[in-house]
């Protein structure tokens, strides 16, 4: 179609967009986004939109929050970027160890046999910071057990960690991976806990609380359990396993059921492999608790965590790879003993990165920002309940302040809908059209508000949601 918009021209023209069907996009006239505030945004024909997915999860206090704009516009004064190749810089060190600071946040459960995260090695974005964790498990598992040892990896069923080469092989969705499996190592995947769709426990009533889990004998424990025993007897251990902790993302918003991660932890610690985790949506209190890490509302304090997304309160691209004493002195040694990470990028450290990055960890650390954080979540369940009504609506999931709401053909019998229908696509261009914008992951809804969504901007996010259910799929009677 020919565009009105200048803008919206030059892109249709030139923009290739990222999991996009390009014939789709060239076919619609593209929200311009200009400007926002808040958790609200502004397109050039200046319509008003709610930013229901925080950037695709990466807003954490909002667009054009004071605090991190002053931290940027300071640390611009200075300077906006130098190497970390042989060069350390300021914001990067008081990063780095405020990072570490945040993952020593103590939590009421028993801690799983815990090592103590001292070292961040950072990068650009999520993929590269699930890339560092996997290259530095390799090596720590080549190191520690010889150079003949073939290290692998275990992940979960669904998994999603990237779209680089080594993060798309320990991701396990073949809509985006199948094509490129000639070009990937081989890693394998292990049951992951869809409580909604659990092939052992049929029993749960419909519509109640996903948490609910009656009869429940963690049967899913039992299969990682099983399978790391078969790669112990065959004499080829795992070097690391990698996890979202307590939901998983792009898999479709699935929680995983309290104590889930710590049963499995200590198994894969007795099993001798590293626990990867992949904290890129979860970290920075998007997935709840007082601290940066998820993992730790379940008791785990990982061996390696990715951190991105969420990491400069969604301003700038930049992630870190937090390890720990064991992991770094693996990479100790004479000069030409060649231990060396060999490993890194042009803008490693970004020293803007990093101001925009404390800036924002100062809000998440605060005791105010966690309360906001608790409330907010609050607010959520209370909106979320009146989606129950909608026959399309299956299962609403929610941890921290990550939400999915999964719709089917029919709830009673939890049949889903073929991917071809866009049922989750039409749903959230419907809400777009009521200035709430979201993006589906195949028929799930995601909502993830920003920590500074206020109630009646929350009340319209999940009304825009309840109105596009009618208008797509039929109004209700109530
Ligand atoms: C988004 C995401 C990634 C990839 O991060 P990018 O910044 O897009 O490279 C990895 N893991 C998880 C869990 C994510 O949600």
């Not at 042989?86 to 028993?110: F, K, N, Q, Y």
């Not at 560092?132 to 960690?161: C, I, N, V, W």
């Not at 904290?279 to 965590?305: F, H, Y």
Request: glycine letters at 8%.
């Amino acid at each position: 179609m020919k565009t009105t918009d200048p803008v919206a021209r030059l892109d249709h023209a030139h923009v290739w967009h990222p999991f996009t069907q390009m014939r789709d996009w060239l076919r619609q006239e593209p929200v311009v986004l200009m400007r926002g505030r808040g958790a609200r945004l502004w397109a050039a024909d200046g319509r008003e939109y709610l930013d229901a997915n925080s950037s695709i999860w990466t807003n954490l206090h909002g667009h054009h929050h004071p605090r991190i704009n002053r931290a940027i516009t300071r640390q611009l004064a200075q300077v906006a970027h130098t190497s970390a190749l042989g060069l350390a810089s300021e914001p990067a060190s008081r990063l780095a160890a405020e990072l570490i600071a945040a993952t020593r946040v103590r939590r009421p459960l028993p801690a799983v046999r815990k090592p103590a995260l001292t070292k961040v090695f950072f990068s650009d974005d999520g993929s590269t910071a699930i890339e560092t964790a996997l290259k530095l498990t390799y090596e720590y598992a080549r190191r520690t057990r010889g150079p003949d040892h073939k290290p692998r990896f275990l992940s979960m069923q669904g998994a999603y960690h990237g779209d680089t080469v080594g993060a798309v092989s320990v991701g396990h969705i073949s809509l985006f991976h199948a094509a490129y499996k000639g070009l990937l190592f081989r890693t394998d995947a292990v049951m992951a806990p869809y409580c909604y769709r659990c092939p052992y426990n049929r029993a749960r009533p419909e519509r109640m609380d996903a948490r609910l889990h009656r009869r429940c004998q963690w049967e899913c424990v039992d299969q990682v359990a099983r399978r790391l025993e078969t790669a112990r007897r065959a004499d080829r251990p795992y070097a690391g396993f990698v996890f979202e902790p307590r939901i998983q993302g792009a898999a479709g918003m699935i929680p995983q059921p309290d104590g889930w991660l710590q049963r499995v932890a200590e198994r894969v610690r007795d099993h001798g492999a590293l626990l990867i985790a992949d904290e890129v949506m979860t970290g920075c209190g998007r997935a709840g608790g007082p601290g940066i890490l998820a993992s730790q509302e379940e008791g785990v304090t990982p061996d390696l965590v990715a951190l991105a997304k969420g990491l400069t309160g969604g301003y700038l691209p930049m992630a870190a790879t937090l390890t720990t004493e064991a992991v770094f002195a693996a990479f100790l040694g004479e000069y030409g003993e060649f231990k060396t990470f060999f490993h890194g990028h042009s803008y490693t450290g970004n020293q803007l990165g990093a101001a925009a990055a404390r800036a924002s960890l100062e809000l998440v650390m605060a005791p105010e920002g966690q309360r906001r954080r608790e409330r907010l979540a609050g607010w959520l369940d209370e909106d979320l309940k009146t989606l129950w009504a909608h026959p399309q609506v299956g299962d609403i999931r929610r941890v921290g302040l990550v939400a999915g709401i999964e719709l089917v053909r029919d709830w009673t019998k939890r049949t889903p809908f073929n991917l071809k229908e866009q049922a989750g696509i039409r749903v959230c261009a419907a809400m777009a059209r009521r200035g709430v914008l979201t993006r589906p992951i195949g028929n799930v809804v995601a909502l993830l508000p920003p920590y500074v969504t206020t109630r009646t901007e929350l009340r319209k996010m999940v009304g825009a949601l309840r109105d596009a259910l009618c208008e797509v799929f039929g109004t209700v009677d109530s």
